[in-house]
C-alpha cells in the first residue's frame, strides 16, 4: 500500500484511538497506525510517510498546533485533521482548522479521507 494511503492516529484516548483505528482497517485501510503522544508520533513521522494524520486535541492546545505544524513542515502532502471534543470546540476558532469532533467522527470519516483536496 502506497505511503498516500497510510494513517497516523495521535491521541491520548486509549479506546477512541482504538475504536478509530479498528474502523478504519474494518473500512479497507490497511496501514493504520497508532501512538499516544506526539514524541511517539515525531518517530513515526520520522520513519514513514503519511497520507493522512489525525491529531487528538487536548488542553492546552499548543502541542496539538505545534505537532500539526511538525507534520507540515516535514510531510506536507500530509492532510491533517485536529480530533477534538464537542465541549472544546467553543474555544476553536471558526475555519481555522481541518478537525473533525471526536463524538461525531465516525459519519463523516470515510468521506474526509477520500475527498480530493
Same mark, same amino acid.
Given at each position: 500500500?502506497?505511503?498516500?494511503? !497510510?494513517?497516523?492516529?495521535?491521541?491520548? %484516548?486509549?479506546?477512541?484511538?482504538?475504536?478509530?483505528? &479498528?474502523? $478504519?482497517?474494518?473500512?479497507?485501510?490497511?496501514?493504520?497506525?497508532?501512538?499516544?503522544?506526539?514524541?511517539?508520533?515525531?518517530?513515526?513521522?520520522?520513519?514513514?510517510?503519511?497520507?493522512?494524520?489525525?491529531?487528538?486535541?487536548?488542553?492546552?492546545?499548543?502541542?496539538?498546533?505545534?505537532? !500539526?505544524?511538525?507534520?507540515?513542515?516535514?510531510?506536507?502532502?500530509?492532510?491533517?485533521?485536529?480530533?477534538?471534543? !464537542?465541549?472544546? $470546540?467553543?474555544?476553536?476558532?471558526?475555519?481555522?482548522?481541518?478537525?473533525?469532533?471526536? %463524538?461525531?467522527?465516525?459519519?463523516?470519516?470515510? &468521506?474526509?479521507? &477520500?475527498?480530493?483536496?
Amino acid at each position: 500500500m502506497s505511503s498516500s494511503s !497510510a494513517i497516523l492516529i495521535c491521541d491520548r %484516548e486509549d479506546l477512541f484511538r482504538e475504536v478509530l483505528r &479498528n474502523f $478504519l482497517l474494518a473500512a479497507g485501510y490497511s496501514q493504520v497506525e497508532v501512538v499516544a503522544t506526539a514524541r511517539e508520533a515525531m518517530a513515526k513521522l520520522h520513519r514513514q510517510s503519511y497520507g493522512h494524520v489525525f491529531i487528538g486535541v487536548a488542553r492546552p492546545l499548543s502541542r496539538a498546533r505545534r505537532l !500539526a505544524a511538525i507534520v507540515q513542515r516535514r510531510q506536507p502532502r500530509a492532510k491533517i485533521f485536529l480530533l477534538i471534543n !464537542a465541549n472544546d $470546540l467553543v474555544i476553536f476558532p471558526a475555519g481555522s482548522s481541518d478537525y473533525i469532533i471526536k %463524538e461525531h467522527a465516525f459519519e463523516s470519516l470515510l &468521506n474526509l479521507l &477520500n475527498d480530493p483536496r
